[in-house]
């Protein structure tokens, strides 16, 4: 992937940081005033931006409004249909797709990589997931498993239910919005990225995917065709492409790319 080469001037403005998980003022790039840089991110990287979000407003001089979602989703629907960007943060193959659409300018640029994680809901105490047999029996013995129909962790999803042959035997509630119900003794497993496990206080962070069946989200930037400030999306990429989201990448389970 590429690096952007030059740092670009910076000035000092900085706008009150974002909850990374509010729900009902959620900010939508469509509201953002004149002047904002509009960034539109996959959720697999919602904390550890957010985390650095005053700072990244400092790096660049512009206020920033992020708004999260699904990339293969909502996200990819809403560019597709013309909503304009500064910055897009999402998945190779949907940057694949906005590219064919003639919705980015040149240049995609890897920002992080994400395993993808079982998290589990309810009761069922020292369940073994450290094998592909282990992993089959925990999957067919869950009350539900529950995953983002086009959620960053659908790769590693559909190489699980494809490997162990399992996707028309496990109790699928990936299209179910309300929580599923569980009784004593029935739990629930979640197939998301770690970045998205780790924050989540209702789920028992059984770990990484096993390599067998793992396929880690590639999370890349790209700067849009009609961006109003391509000046202030390159300074955002070169900052998310640095040092100061390190920490923060790695407090959510994620890392740098392979130019490292």
Do not use: C, W
Not at 8 to 17: A, D, I, K, N, R
Not at 25 to 43: H, L
Not at 53 to 59: H, N, P, R, T
Not at 60 to 75: D, M, Q, T
């Amino acid at each position: 992937m590429k690096i952007l080469a030059a740092v670009l001037g910076t000035t000092m403005l900085v706008s009150p940081p974002l909850h990374a998980h509010a729900q009902s003022a959620a900010p939508k790039v469509a509201d953002a005033k004149p002047g904002d840089v509009r960034v539109i991110a996959t959720a697999a990287i919602r904390d550890p931006l957010n985390a650095v979000l005053k700072q990244a407003e400092a790096v660049i001089g512009k206020p920033i409004v992020a708004e999260y979602g699904s990339a293969r989703g909502n996200l990819k629907d809403e560019i597709v249909k013309g909503q304009d960007f500064e910055v897009a943060i999402l998945l190779p193959d949907v940057d694949d797709e906005i590219e064919a659409a003639g919705k980015i300018a040149p240049g995609r640029f890897e920002i992080a990589r994400v395993p993808v994680a079982l998290g589990l809901r309810g009761e069922a105490p020292d369940l073994d997931v450290g094998s592909p047999a282990a992993v089959k029996a925990a999957m067919l013995n869950a009350k539900s498993v529950k995953y983002a129909p086009t959620g960053a962790a659908l790769m590693t999803v559909k190489k699980i239910l494809s490997t162990l042959n399992i996707a028309d035997k496990i109790h699928d509630s990936s299209t179910v919005r309300a929580e599923v119900p569980l009784a004593a003794g029935e739990y629930e497993i979640n197939i998301y990225p770690l970045s998205e496990i780790i924050p989540n206080r209702r789920l028992k962070n059984l770990g990484a995917v096993i390599a067998q069946l793992q396929v880690p989200a590639v999370i890349e930037a790209t700067v849009g065709k009609n961006a109003a400030d391509p000046k202030a999306a390159l300074a955002l990429v070169k900052f998310l492409q640095g040092p100061a989201i390190d920490q923060a990448l790695k407090d959510y389970g994620m890392e740098k790319g392979p130019y490292r």
